[in-house]
C-alpha cells in the first residue's frame, strides 16, 4: 500500500481504506471526527498511474506542472 499523502485530504494514503467502488479515509481530522474524504475507484482511468497511487500528492503535482508546460508552450 502507499505511503503518499492524498492530495484530496492530506492524510497517508495508507489510511485510506478499500470499500468497492472507492477508498474511504479512515483518518481523524483536527476536529477529531473521522475524515469525510472518498477517493473513487474510476478516477485512475485518466492517468497512467493505477489505484490508490493516483490519488498521491506529489504525482498530482508533478502532472499539474507537465500539463501548465504544456499549455504554455501551445
Known amino acids: 500500500m502507499s505511503e ?25 481530522g483536527h476536529d477529531a471526527f473521522q475524515c469525510e474524504c472518498y477517493l473513487r475507484k474510476d478516477r485512475d482511468t485518466f492517468s497512467d498511474d493505477k489505484g490508490l497511487d493516483y490519488y498521491d500528492l506529489k504525482k498530482r503535482i508533478k502532472e499539474s506542472l507537465k500539463e501548465l508546460k504544456k499549455r504554455l508552450n501551445e
Do not use: A, F, P, T
Not at 13 to 28: A, K, P, Q, T, V
Open 4 to 28: 503518499g499523502i492524498c492530495c484530496v485530504c492530506g492524510h497517508k494514503l495508507s489510511n485510506h481504506i478499500d470499500e468497492g467502488n472507492g477508498w474511504r479515509c479512515h483518518s481523524l
